[in-house]
């Protein structure tokens, strides 16, 4: 049974950091890839960043760029999301996902971020 157990989310102050971490387990195949969705109440959930399995490229988006880094552990199958700078338009809860080489996606059950003084 594939898990994606997240881990790190909490409450924190404007200007704050925060580390995510996912770690996935019980796949058959290869990883492709791992991802960072958010979502906050009332808006579509949004990508935030992914890390390629193989090679590490990653992307980030603009509204997080200089802000939020994705790294992963490939022996542990685990993909960390640094967040410094916080702002308050960074409460959401965050979703990590999967992508194995036969296209199969899996998704963690969400931890809650919450930037507020």
């Known amino acids: 049974q594939v898990q994606l157990v997240e881990s790190g989310g909490g409450l924190v102050q404007p200007g704050g950091s925060l580390r995510l971490s996912c770690a996935a387990s019980?796949?058959?195949?290869?990883?492709?890839?791992m991802f960072w969705y958010r979502q906050a109440p009332g808006k579509e959930r949004e990508l935030v960043a992914s890390i390629m399995s193989s090679g590490g490229s990653t992307n980030t988006a603009d509204s997080v760029k200089g802000r939020f880094t994705i790294s992963k552990d490939t022996a542990k199958n685990t993909v960390y999301l640094q967040m410094n700078r916080l702002k308050p338009d960074d409460t959401a809860v965050y979703f990590c996902?999967?992508?194995?080489?036969?296209?199969?996606?899996?998704w963690g059950q969400g931890t809650q971020v919450t930037v507020s003084s």
């Open positions: 996902g999967a992508r194995l080489t036969n296209d199969a996606i899996y």
């Open positions: 019980g796949f058959t195949g290869s990883m492709y890839a």
